[in-house]
T-cell receptor
Framework: GESVGLHLPTLSVQEGDNSIINCAYSNSASDYFIWYKQESGKGPQFIIDIRSNMDKRQGQRVTVLLNKTVKHLSLQIAATQPGDSAVYFCAETPQRGSNYKLTFGKGTLLTVNP | EAQVTQNPRYLITVTGKKLTVTCSQNMNHEYMSWYRQDPGLGLRQIYYSMNVEVTDKGDVPEGYKVSRKEKRNFPLILESPSPNQTSLYFC?????????????FGPGTRLTVL
C-alpha cells in the first residue's frame, strides 16, 4: 500500500475565508460519517455527522458533504476564525449492530491566519 | 458535567514495568473504547467493550489488556510495556441505543516507554 508520511496535509487560510477540508474513505459498507476537531493537547471533539442516506448536512458555520459514488467526504467551514485552527479528522463507521469502531482518516491541519 | 476522564494524563515509564491507564465516564454509556494516536497513522482502535463484562479486540490489541467490571470504568493495562507502545492514548464512550452514533473522547494520556 501507499506509504504514509509523518506530516499531516495542511490548509492555511485567512481569517474570514471559507475553508474546505477533504477526506476519502474506502469502506463501501460505512453508513455513518463524523468530522472531529482536535486542538493541541485535547481529545477529538465532535463537529458534525452525516448518515449515508444523506448527501449534505448543515450545522452552525459548518457543512458536511458526502459523495458516496466516489467515497468522498468534505467539511466546509464558513467565515473561518482563529479558534478553528486545529487538526480535523473524518471518521467512518459501518452499519449499526457491529462494533462501533471508528476508522479515522489521517487528519488535516488547518491554520487560520489573522 | 458529562465527560470522559483519563488518568494519568502524562506518564513516563521503563520497559517491562506494568502500568494501568484508567478511564471513567459519567454518562451511563454502554460502549467504551480505547484508541492510540501516532503521527502519520491517525487513531487506531485497541480494544472495545459493548457492555459490562463484554470486551473484544480492535485493530491493534497486541500488548494490551482491558477489563470492564462496571459500566463507568474501562482501564487499559500494559502488562509489560515496550518502547513501541509510546503513544497518545484516548478513551471514548457512547450510548448503545441512540439515534446518534457520536463517540465522546477523553482528554488523552501521553505515554512514554523508555
Amino acid at each position: 500500500g501507499e506509504s504514509v508520511g509523518l506530516h499531516l496535509p495542511t490548509l492555511s487560510v485567512q481569517e474570514g475565508d471559507n475553508s474546505i477540508i477533504n477526506c476519502a474513505y474506502s469502506n463501501s459498507a460505512s453508513d455513518y460519517f463524523i468530522w472531529y476537531k482536535q486542538e493541541s493537547g485535547k481529545g477529538p471533539q465532535f463537529i458534525i455527522d452525516i448518515r449515508s442516506n444523506m448527501d449534505k448536512r448543515q450545522g452552525q458555520r459548518v457543512t458536511v458533504l458526502l459523495n458516496k459514488t466516489v467515497k468522498h467526504l468534505s467539511l466546509q467551514i464558513a467565515a473561518t476564525q482563529p479558534g478553528d485552527s486545529a487538526v480535523y479528522f473524518c471518521a467512518e463507521t459501518p452499519q449499526r449492530g457491529s462494533n462501533y469502531k471508528l476508522t479515522f482518516g489521517k487528519g488535516t491541519l488547518l491554520t487560520v491566519n489573522p | 458535567e458529562a465527560q470522559v476522564t483519563q488518568n494519568p494524563r502524562y506518564l513516563i515509564t521503563v520497559t517491562g514495568k506494568k502500568l494501568t491507564v484508567t478511564c471513567s465516564q459519567n454518562m451511563n454509556h454502554e460502549y467504551m473504547s480505547w484508541y492510540r494516536q501516532d503521527p502519520g497513522l491517525g487513531l487506531r482502535q485497541i480494544y472495545y467493550s459493548m457492555n459490562v463484562e463484554v470486551t473484544d479486540k480492535g485493530d491493534v490489541p497486541e500488548g494490551y489488556k482491558v477489563s470492564r467490571k462496571e459500566k463507568r470504568n474501562f482501564p487499559l493495562i500494559l502488562e509489560s510495556p515496550s518502547p513501541n507502545q509510546t503513544s497518545l492514548y484516548f478513551c471514548a464512550s457512547r450510548p448503545q441505543r441512540t439515534s446518534t452514533d457520536t463517540q465522546y473522547f477523553g482528554p488523552g494520556t501521553r505515554l512514554t516507554v523508555l
